[in-house]
């Protein structure tokens, strides 16, 4: 089940409109099969000569406030099903649309709720139409309904089984792979030391700038003393940066981090997001790498509809920006039908399997990303190169897969 909301001017051209051959001329039979206009005869007001009078009786409540009437009073829902099942009966979905008003414009056991009425024209479809006014004078909060509308939708999808069911594992769910981890640090010597890494690490901190070295103090790569705190702290700095874009954990010293990363910063979250999204390494993780931004009451994608919603009311408030207002309408409209496209994808994500042979070659392959142009050597680095012997990375295989040149994202 899929809702989508929309707004409308005037009542009466609406229903003329459902009431015709559409766009597309792929409307017939239209008839109302349910509703609650508080009284109205609706159930005698079902042809296309009687529309008027079904359009005055939905209006009443809205012809009462006068000049306090909203420009768009008229709530129009649109409910569709899965075309891969059957579709529904008239009075099947006539307690779908009854379901849908009842979380939204007309709650159940509220004597002063919107009015509203069920009209079908299509095969698996209903159009719920509701005036925003109320019995008692008052306006209807529209704010949370898109929210609502998805969650009702999803449980009677649930209750008329037209989602997948999850199948039961038959194997063992493998364990997830824990990151290296890389450690830069500034010693009491003055020299800054990085231990840990694979092969890959190690190439990305000689083409930083660090040297190996293999002493009595064990394997690691340094910085010379003699490079001054600031050039060792740019130079470390880049490295970690570059060991993060290639999927590395990376415990860089304080003192040595001249870019900390803001984590208020809300472009900062949603990169953090994207980053665990191209690292997902199956689909369980890769789900939930995504519900920060589908999750349908928290979600980054919720908020930002709602915010486009609010923004086209507080656009209303003025009276010379009506268009303006509507183009975030449609926007946050969009947001809506978008989240109903990706209901259930949860749910079919988590059986999505990655083959664990292409875990390594997804690591390599992560250094020549869009983030590959990191490669690029510090100013820092290239200054302290001339009285330092360092190898260069061009000695260096590349990994297998294709390399993409792009600018580098910061955050």
Excluded at 92 to 106: E, F, G, L, S, Y
Excluded at 187 to 205: I, M, N, Q, T
Excluded at 307 to 329: P, T
Aim: hydrophobic share 40%; aromatic share 4%.
């Amino acid at each position: 089940m899929i809702a989508h909301l929309q707004r409308a001017s005037n009542t009466a051209g609406l229903l003329a409109y459902l009431y015709g051959p559409g766009e597309r001329g792929d409307q017939s039979n239209p008839r109302v099969v349910g509703g609650d206009c508080h009284g109205a005869p609706i159930g005698l007001l079902t042809h296309a000569d009687t529309l008027p009078y079904l359009s005055h009786a939905l209006d009443a409540p809205v012809e009462r406030l006068g000049t306090r009437a909203p420009e768009r009073p008229v709530w129009v829902c649109s409910v569709r099903s899965d075309p891969r099942q059957r579709d529904l009966s008239d009075a099947q979905w006539a307690k779908v649309a009854r379901r849908v008003a009842a979380v939204t414009v007309a709650p159940g056991g509220d004597p002063d709720a919107c009015r509203w009425i069920a009209l079908r024209n299509q095969p698996r479809q209903v159009h719920v139409v509701a005036t925003l006014a109320r019995e008692d004078g008052r306006l209807h909060n529209a704010y949370r309904d898109a929210f609502r509308l998805q969650t009702e939708c999803r449980r009677i999808a649930a209750e008329l089984g037209h989602l997948p069911t999850t199948p039961q594992p038959t194997t063992p769910v493998p364990e997830k792979s824990m990151p290296i981890t890389v450690t830069i640090a500034a010693e009491p010597s003055g020299s800054v030391v990085a231990r840990g890494g694979d092969s890959l690490a190690k190439s990305l901190l000689n083409h930083a700038g660090f040297a190996y070295a293999n002493d009595w103090h064990g394997p690691r790569h340094r910085l010379p003393t003699s490079m001054g705190r600031e050039q060792q702290a740019a130079v470390a700095s880049h490295a970690a940066q570059m060991l993060r874009a290639a999927r590395y954990a990376v415990d860089l010293d304080p003192a040595l981090d001249t870019a900390p990363a803001d984590p208020q910063s809300l472009g900062g979250q949603i990169l953090a997001i994207i980053d665990r999204i191209r690292g997902a390494q199956s689909g369980a993780e890769l789900a939930g790498a995504l519900d920060p931004l589908l999750h349908g009451e928290y979600g980054v994608v919720e908020r930002v509809r709602e915010a486009l919603e609010a923004a086209g009311e507080q656009i209303n408030l003025d009276d010379e920006a009506h268009q303006l207002a509507d183009r975030f309408g449609f926007a946050s409209e969009f947001i809506t039908a978008a989240q109903g496209e990706l209901l259930g994808a949860d749910e079919e994500l988590r059986r999505i399997a990655v083959p664990a042979h292409e875990h390594a070659a997804a690591r390599s392959a992560a250094v020549y990303d869009a983030r590959s142009a990191a490669l690029a050597t510090s100013p820092a680095a290239a200054q302290a190169s001339a009285g330092n012997s360092i190898p260069s990375v061009s000695a260096v295989a590349p990994p297998a897969g294709p390399v993409r040149d792009s600018a580098p994202r910061t955050r």
